[in-house]
């Protein structure tokens, strides 16, 4: 007879021990599963390759909430996260746009490829930031359900319409454009540059399975804007010692509290019992109990592959299965023998450093689309990469370097039909094609390649069907739709299920906030005090 | 000489430019510190801010105004054009004279203030604080008209204080005793046009030279030789800053957040909020913000911006200004000690209705004596006039000193 | 010194003149200007070839029931030659699929996409019963104004009254694309791609775009002769409709003056003084209406210099280029479309294979190109109307997809490769069709704009999109058929609830207009 545990949480990723560190801080005896030999999920850093440390999956850090950095303590834990400066993006005619730390270097450089671009980001800036400013305020908040009459509910709705109408008419008209908008016909109202556009352009398709050209595209952008290092909106840092560094904080904060973390144990089956939880079953056939049991797997993986169909509804099921979830990239993983030569920025290495774009104009991105939609990676991929090992000593040794590819799109099928690793090798091909011409002699700094497709993002880590952000975040899957209208309040169908990940609000991304978030609706159910900090306000 | 050319990819090795006058600020510049405007390298102080400060009112003051943006406007719509951008009436501005103006959104806020130089016939110049080409550009829509940022293709100089004209005289500019406040003209300067605008950002006698940037370097060393006499002494922005508040003179960022940055977009003001409702001209037909500014003009404005007088000797930085029984009025934009007023002064931005001048409040002033702070709350009264105006600033032709 | 009291409307086509005939009624002066020689606009029925005639718009599904009612369109001549329209989406195969209002028909149809049919036209007419409720509203501000939030609520209820599983699921769907939606609940390709049609005709989008829940729901919301969703072809073309409303408007007491294009909207100071017609002829009134797009009204015939620089961005910015083409073809007999018997043929025949069919076909269109294998909506109205066509003769009337209107190549170069584009693929259904073929029309969204004077050749005029929708339409802040110049009124399918020969922009502008 194992211990029965106050809750039991599935996934050592962030959401799973943000949620189980809360629940810890509030006295519970919490048991956190991880089916992987590490922690860490789809935020880890693995040592892949000799001396080298990789962020095997996310690799940058902006979203994560600050009020969860400081209230679990993650500092003390060891997690530093350290700004890097800026972001260029490279065209295929040998020029770039760069995006520097300095405002009137940015501006200079706008204005390199359009004076009147340069001072429309002026604009541009302030329209995104109110729109930053009005999510911020709702991330560390359960939504609503509006069909409820329930005080709670209401209450919240017309918190929602106040801070609506706070902004004024014309935001309040700006905001239901932007939301429905695509980036492409948002970016035309501000800037006439191919290669601006298309350098903003990217961030409205990072880990959707829609084109630059779909109406909710704008969003998106914003998904990628909202954060903040040290209050600076919109940057984005490395976590010391890659991403892994802010789960192990995160779990060692939960263990100080007196959580228990048992890793290489993956959870066969979710009980249910009279219509209650009573504890998972685990794959070598052992159980462990509790009342309370929190998901921080996907929406569909929890309900299609770790519950029995008998103790849920058909038409729940049904939601579930629709539930869109699409594989849109893939990731490589690099370790290099020097820093590789790009000829559009001999003589200005800085921007190294920072974020690398290769995309060029809203079309290039717009046909890299159409191949995902035809069941192919993309032959003329976007991709984002960063060579963290310049600013984080801890990833390579000195001289030698770890780079982070992100590429987009990649489908979780080919034409219908699973990756073949052929096919996983070729698509690392075409990757390394595409940096090679900017990058000549590219290839032969490689030492050691990871390439992972959305194949080996679900394999290895569970992100369904590879999709990053666990579950596409259109309008149907937004807020109160998230993951499914009706359970965007963290709580699964069966009394005593929870769920914490990113399938949940707010979304996906290394934020913790749908980890917080969920602890606290559990410590209101189980009228124990609530440990999760409010948001701050006005930011 | 030129010292920007944005076209060129290598432009972010430096973060700022060297001005047209560099080499001759450098020469100045004892304390070699260096403060950033816009695009260039600007002085904060070359010596000593006190000095400086008095150079404007007592001598004469050099500061460089080159990185003032500008942008020129031609076409046959240029004047309908502005007229449409401009609250003011532009067309009631002729040839050879300079009018200052405020810009508006469609919401009646104000996106910049600057200065409208009509060059010549139907050829203009616009000066402003922030980079304006998009605005002016969306606001082109429907005209014939062309509008250029031409910032680093002029240099700029201002000349202030009392014997800035006899300089100017000395200098060879015969006759530029004639213009009359906001007047400009044309002089020959070795072989090239130089342009003289009887205006600036002082409150006082002074003139503002515009040339070509090549022969920027050649304009300083002439008026130094020329002002040598007369005290001339290169002025840094620190003492710019109390000349334009002692003037009464509004500074973008400071007395009002500009439009088009406004995040929170209820933080702006209109021009009646900001005491410009003189420049606001309703009866000259369609222009951006008219209708917004006719509803404010009949249901009342939400701020009121105001001249403060302040008892004691303390200067009211950053301060909270409340009524005499202690309620919340507003906030200090600006304040100092002023040493041609002998008062302590202040530009503060108050909720409406408190505003009328003759109004008397109280400043919670926060200020320190070797290092131990204290406050105080200082009587203090709005008024109406601004704290220097001398009679010299509108005598045409100026005296000698 | 101006006519005080005399009312222009620039443009007769369906809006301006049901706006002319709602004034008129309640006594007002009220002159409307065609620039072409008869009323109708996209909605007149024009001869294309000798003895062969078509009108543009050619099926009538959105024309609203209370305005057909108010203006006594029938005793005005309106007669339908057909009403209950199916949809046959056709098969290269022949094994066509029979679509109505209620059931499904056809080869290689599951019973569970038979059940799921019901299913979907149940909660699709449900919450397009949401849409077709505001046709007939002036859509409020967002504003904290009482009679604005009083508005704001009404819809919000009228949301909630759909109760919570079908509030919770149009919630959900209301903002995402058609192709998820029907993914969710249908097997068949071939039932999808027809599906998916209607929801991208006359569209910016291709089944995949988001938004096209929405547009496909825009076009069912209509409730023509009282029945929702049905299509119908009148008698003598859709420009039957537009002369009927012309001869209302008439009979009230409007003049209705063809030939006479207008060139400029005058204005005295803020004042709205008349307008001039191209030949220089000055008409002075105190209120100007546009059936004209928005961005035309406001940009050209008003000029950008009259409006604020804010306001005049807005307008600027309406997404208004067109994507749809027009296909006429004089026919010398009924043409055979493969499985298709001679009274199936008589009905809406479509043709998007499948679902990615349609999106390929969109896909041209994202890069100025067109689809080289297009979709098509088709009718061949002459069937139920002898007045199209000479006797025995036939008239093919096809809306086709996607055609650009910036083609990169120019469509003077590209239109002949459309077309033949546009016969090959109707070739493969209708094998020998071209030999039928008199005569053809092809109009492209260039030669629409130029025709019809519409910016960008946007049937809608102006993108219909939940971001230019009701209070958005046609930009945020003059969705109320005001404009910012005093006098100066929007009437036309640029304005909410947007295109289709519908009428309830006019009828809402006339609201507008007599409340002043």
């Known amino acids: 007879m194992r211990t029965k545990y106050d809750a039991i949480v599935i996934g050592a990723g962030h959401n799973g021990l943000t949620n189980g560190a809360y629940l810890a801080k509030a006295g519970l005896n919490v048991l956190m599963l991880e089916q992987n030999d590490y922690i860490g999920g789809a935020s880890v850093s693995l040592d892949m390759y000799k001396d080298w440390t990789y962020s095997n999956c996310s690799y940058v850090c902006s979203l994560l909430r600050p009020e969860v950095y400081r209230s679990l303590d993650l500092a003390k834990y060891g997690l530093q996260v350290v700004p890097y400066g800026g972001s260029v993006t490279l065209a295929e005619n040998g020029d770039y746009i760069g995006n520097y730390v300095d405002p009137d270097v940015t501006r200079r450089e706008i204005a390199r490829h359009s004076h009147r671009d340069a001072d429309a980001s002026v604009r541009f800036d302030r329209d995104i930031m109110r729109q930053c400013r009005l999510i911020r305020k709702l991330l560390l908040r359960t939504p609503p359900d509006p069909t409820s009459f329930k005080p709670r509910d209401l209450s919240e709705l017309l918190y929602m319409g106040k801070e609506l109408m706070d902004l004024g008419e014309d935001v309040i008209y700006d905001t239901l454009r932007f939301y429905t908008m695509s980036i492409s016909d948002f970016l035309d109202e501000y800037f006439e540059s191919p290669l601006l556009k298309g350098s903003y352009a990217g961030s409205g398709i990072i880990g959707s399975a829609l084109g630059v050209m779909s109406p909710g595209t704008a969003y998106i952008l914003l998904h990628h804007a909202m954060g903040d290092v040290d209050g600076s909106m919109g940057a984005w840092g490395f976590a010391r010692g890659g991403m892994g560094a802010v789960a192990r904080a995160m779990n060692d904060c939960f263990t100080d509290h007196g959580g228990t973390t048992i890793t290489g144990e993956g959870v066969a089956q979710i009980i249910v019992k009279k219509g209650k939880i009573s504890g998972v079953a685990m794959k070598d056939g052992s159980e462990y109990y509790s009342d309370v049991v929190v998901s921080n797997m996907t929406f569909p993986r929890t309900f299609l592959e770790c519950m029995d169909a008998g103790d849920l509804k058909p038409g729940f099921l049904k939601k579930v299965r629709n539930f869109k979830i699409r594989g849109s990239s893939g990731k490589v993983n690099i370790a290099l023998d020097g820093l590789p030569d790009f000829v559009a920025l001999r003589g200005n290495e800085q921007m190294i450093y920072g974020d690398m774009h290769l995309i060029d104009s809203i079309a290039r991105l717009e046909r890299a689309y159409d191949d995902w939609k035809n069941g192919t990676w993309s032959q003329d991929p976007y991709i984002d990469m960063l060579i963290p090992s310049l600013t984080d000593p801890t990833m390579a040794p000195p001289g030698k370097h770890f780079m982070s590819v992100f590429v987009q799109y990649v489908p979780p099928k080919i034409r219908g039909k699973d990756w073949t690793d052929e096919q996983v090798t070729q698509f690392g091909q075409t990757v390394i094609d595409q940096i090679e011409k900017y990058a000549p002699g590219f290839k032969d700094l490689i030492l050691h390649m990871e390439v992972r497709t959305p194949r080996e993002l679900d394999n290895d880590i569970g992100l369904t069907e590879g999709n990053i952000f666990h579950g596409e975040l259109t309008l149907d899957q937004l807020a109160f739709n998230r993951p499914i209208p009706g359970y965007a309040q963290y709580r699964g169908p069966v009394k005593g299920l929870y769920m914490c990940g990113s399938s949940n609000p707010p979304g996906g991304g290394v934020m913790a906030a749908p980890g917080a978030n969920a602890a606290r609706e559990i410590l209101r159910d189980l009228r124990k005090p609530n440990t999760v900090p409010e948001g701050w306000l006005d930011d | ?401 | 010194m101006i006519n005080s009291d005399k009312i222009v409307i620039i443009g007769g086509g369906h809006n301006g003149l049901v706006c002319a005939a709602y004034l008129a009624k309640a006594g007002r002066n009220v002159t409307v200007l065609e620039a072409a020689d008869q009323v109708g606009g996209a909605a007149a029925t024009r001869e294309f070839a000798p003895g062969f005639r078509a009108s543009v718009a050619h099926l009538l599904y959105l024309l609203d029931k209370d305005i057909s009612k108010d203006l006594a369109l029938d005793s005005h001549g309106l007669k339908m030659a057909k009403s209950g329209l199916k949809t046959i989406a056709l098969a290269e195969s022949g094994d066509h699929i029979t679509i109505s209002t209620r059931r499904l028909s056809g080869a290689n149809l599951s019973t569970e996409d038979k059940a799921a049919y019901r299913e979907y036209r149940r909660f699709m007419r449900k919450f397009a019963g949401v849409i077709s409720g505001l046709h007939n509203k002036i859509p409020p501000r967002i504003t904290s104004e009482r009679s604005d939030m009083i508005a704001l609520g009404k819809m919000a209820l009228k949301v909630r009254m759909l109760g919570r599983n079908d509030m919770r699921e149009l919630l959900r769907i209301g903002a995402i694309n058609i192709y998820d939606v029907l993914q969710e609940n249908f097997d068949n390709p071939l039932l999808k791609g027809a599906l998916s049609l209607d929801a991208v005709l006359g569209t910016n989008s291709g089944p995949r775009s988001n938004n096209s829940v929405f547009t496909a729901l825009h076009r069912t919301s209509g409730n023509t002769r009282g029945a929702a969703g049905q299509l119908s072809l009148p008698n003598g073309g859709v420009g039957a409709v537009t002369q009927a409303m012309a001869a209302a408007a008439r009979e009230y007491g409007a003049e209705t003056h063809t030939g006479s294009p207008v060139d400029k909207i005058l204005m005295d100071g803020d004042t709205i003084r008349g307008v001039q017609l191209s030949g220089g002829e000055q008409i002075a009134a105190s209120v100007v209406i546009s059936n004209a797009d928005p961005k035309t009204t406001m940009m050209n015939l008003l000029g950008a210099q009259h409006l604020e620089a804010g306001v005049a961005r807005k307008f600027h910015n309406i997404r208004a280029s067109g994507n749809a083409a027009k296909l006429h073809l004089a026919l010398d007999k009924l043409p055979d479309f493969k499985g298709v018997s001679p009274t199936q043929l008589g009905h809406r025949l479509v043709i998007a294979s499948d679902m990615e069919y349609v999106e390929r076909a969109f896909n041209h269109s994202k890069y100025g190109e067109f689809s080289t294998h297009p979709v098509a909506e088709i009718t061949i109205p002459s069937i139920h109307d002898e007045t199209l066509a000479p006797d025995g003769k036939h008239v093919l009337s096809a809306i086709v997809q996607y055609a650009p209107r910036n083609l990169g190549t120019g469509w003077s170069e590209g239109k002949a490769a459309f077309t033949d584009a546009v016969l090959e693929t109707l070739s493969a259904y209708a094998p020998g069709i071209r030999e039928n073929v008199i005569a053809t029309e092809l109009l492209t969204p260039e030669d629409i704009e130029n025709e019809f004077r519409m910016a960008g050749g946007h049937w809608h005029h102006g993108e219909l999109s939940l971001d230019q929708f009701l209070m958005l339409r046609p930009v945020p802040g003059s969705a109320q058929y005001e404009t910012p110049v005093e006098g100066l009124y929007l009437c036309g399918a640029g304005c909410h609830p947007g295109g289709g020969v519908m009428g309830s922009a006019g009828r809402n502008a006339a609201t507008v207009v007599l409340a002043q």
């Open chain 2, 1 to 401: 000489m030129r010292t920007v050319n944005i076209t060129n990819a290598d432009h972010h090795k430096t973060a700022v430019y060297p001005s047209p006058f560099h080499s001759r600020q450098e020469q100045h510049n004892q304390l070699k510190e260096w403060s950033r405007w816009s695009d260039y390298l600007s002085v904060p102080a070359y010596w000593c801010e006190s000095l400086e400060y008095f150079s404007g009112r007592n001598t004469c003051g050099v500061f460089d105004i080159t990185p003032m943006v500008k942008h020129l406007v031609t076409g046959p719509d240029a004047l309908p054009y502005l007229n449409r951008l401009m609250t003011r009436d532009v067309s009631k501005l002729k040839p050879g004279r300079v009018g200052y103006s405020v810009w508006c959104n469609d919401n009646g806020q104000v996106i910049d203030d600057g200065t409208i130089f009509h060059l010549r016939e139907g050829i203009y110049r616009v000066c402003s604080q922030e980079h304006q080409i998009d605005w002016f550009l969306t606001s082109a829509t429907g005209f014939d008209v062309n509008i250029v940022e031409d910032t680093h293709d002029v240099a700029g100089l201002a000349l202030q204080g009392p014997t800035s004209c006899a300089v100017l005289r000395e200098m060879g500019l015969a006759d530029v005793e004639s213009l009359t406040p906001f007047g400009l003209d044309y002089f020959d300067f070795e072989g090239v046009e130089l342009m003289v605008s009887r205006t600036g950002f002082t409150g006082d006698l002074g003139y503002e030279l515009w040339i070509d940037p090549d022969h920027a370097e050649l304009l300083w060393d002439r008026l130094f030789e020329a002002g040598s006499t007369r005290g001339i002494r290169a002025m840094g922005s620190d003492a710019l800053e109390m000349l334009r508040i002692e003037a009464g003179f509004i500074l973008a960022g400071v007395e009002f957040l500009p439009a088009m940055e406004a995040v929170r977009p209820t933080h702006t003001r209109s021009p009646f909020e900001l005491g410009l409702g003189w420049l606001v001209s309703f009866d000259k037909g369609v222009f951006n913000g008219r209708k917004a500014l006719l509803e404010e003009k009949k249901n009342g404005s939400r701020y009121h911006l105001v001249k403060l007088d302040i008892d004691g000797n303390k200067p009211a930085k950053d301060a909270f200004v409340f009524t005499r029984n202690g309620k919340y009025a507003g906030t200090v934009t600006s304040a100092m000690w002023s040493p041609s007023a002998k008062a302590s002064i202040a530009l503060a931005s108050l909720e409406a209705p408190h505003g009328e001048p003759g109004e008397e409040l109280e400043v919670e002033i926060y200020y320190q004596r070797e290092l131990r702070w204290s406050r105080v709350m200082e009587p203090c009264r709005v008024v109406r006039d601004v704290f220097w105006n001398p009679p010299r600033r509108r005598q045409t032709p100026p005296a000698d000193f």
